[in-house]
């Protein structure tokens, strides 16, 4: 199962000890029967969605249907990448594929809570669900990329799923509408998604320019150390702002029937941990390049 993780260092308690292990008994099964991974993507957004179908109903046995389905949901979410990595079937478009289908996960979910709650709060709750899921989509965007980066200096290029919002652009422009609508979009999409992760980012870019001047063949083992080193105390915020903290609030706020709770704890709690991960990541960054460039930071 370990062979099928991207890292040790990325993985977070609750999925490494549940999530992963249902995944991979999944991945086994999918690859006996010879279901592709983008398929077992696709099979999980329809099953979140249902979730986020039974979050409408003021009902609690109807939560718990929901909490089951979107566990079940995540469970395939992880056996998809394992499958991939399991049956040398990763690709760049399989990886926007699982990020677009957590998307539409949340979308359904939030959609449904403010049904849900119109009657009680009318307009209001529409203008609150569509803040928190801008955030979501801010919170769950940088945790990808700063995981991402992590384990390009853990792991190299082969290990890590970093993208270059340069290349991709250059990559799009090469493809041809006649190889594909959907290729070509999908190419648009990935380009923009990973420009809208680097935006944020910016000391990152500059350190990694920098670096990339210095050591064309490649980075030296000290500095994958030295980075590794200080990006690892990070690695927790990526994980509480993806998946199991978020969703461990949603169904304590279902179960005492104040979803609104969910929207709240997002534009708060989950915000602060963005803002300290963005600034933190930004400032070891600034470090890193005046150390590369002679300077003192």
């Not at 190889?179 to 380009?191: A, N």
């Amino acid at each position: 199962m370990q062979a099928t993780l991207k890292s040790m260092d990325t993985e977070e308690f609750i999925d490494i000890r549940f999530y992963r292990p249902a995944g991979y008994l999944w991945a086994l099964f999918f690859r006996k029967t010879g279901v592709p991974p983008n398929a077992v993507t696709l099979a999980s957004m329809l099953i979140g969605m249902l979730a986020g179908v039974c979050f409408y109903f003021a009902n609690l046995w109807m939560d718990i249907a929901g909490m089951l389905l979107l566990v079940w949901a995540n469970t395939y979410d992880s056996a998809d990448g394992q499958l991939a990595r399991m049956t040398g079937r990763t690709s760049a478009f399989g990886r926007m594929l699982d990020g677009f289908c957590g998307d539409v996960w949340f979308f359904c979910i939030y959609a449904a809570l403010c049904l849900r709650l119109t009657p009680q709060w009318g307009i209001w709750i529409w203008l609150l669900g569509a803040a928190a899921g801008f955030f979501h989509s801010k919170q769950a965007a940088m945790a990808d990329y700063y995981r991402n980066i992590h384990l390009f200096f853990l792991k190299g290029e082969k290990g890590s799923e970093l993208a270059d919002s340069k290349m991709l652009r250059v990559h799009y422009e090469r493809r041809k509408w006649a190889d594909g609508f959907f290729l070509k979009f999908s190419d648009y999409i990935y380009y923009n998604y990973t420009k809208s992760q680097e935006a944020w980012a910016g000391r990152f870019l500059q350190m990694r320019d920098v670096l990339m001047r210095k050591y064309p063949a490649g980075v030296p083992e000290w500095f994958r150390h030295a980075f590794r080193e200080k990006s690892l105390p990070l690695m927790k915020y990526t994980n509480m702002l993806s998946f199991n903290m978020r969703v461990i609030v949603l169904f304590v706020s279902l179960f005492i029937d104040a979803p609104w709770i969910y929207f709240i704890f997002e534009l708060t709690v989950l915000n602060v941990m963005l803002a300290y991960m963005v600034v933190t990541h930004g400032r070891f960054c600034e470090s890193f390049t005046g150390q590369l460039s002679g300077e003192r930071v």
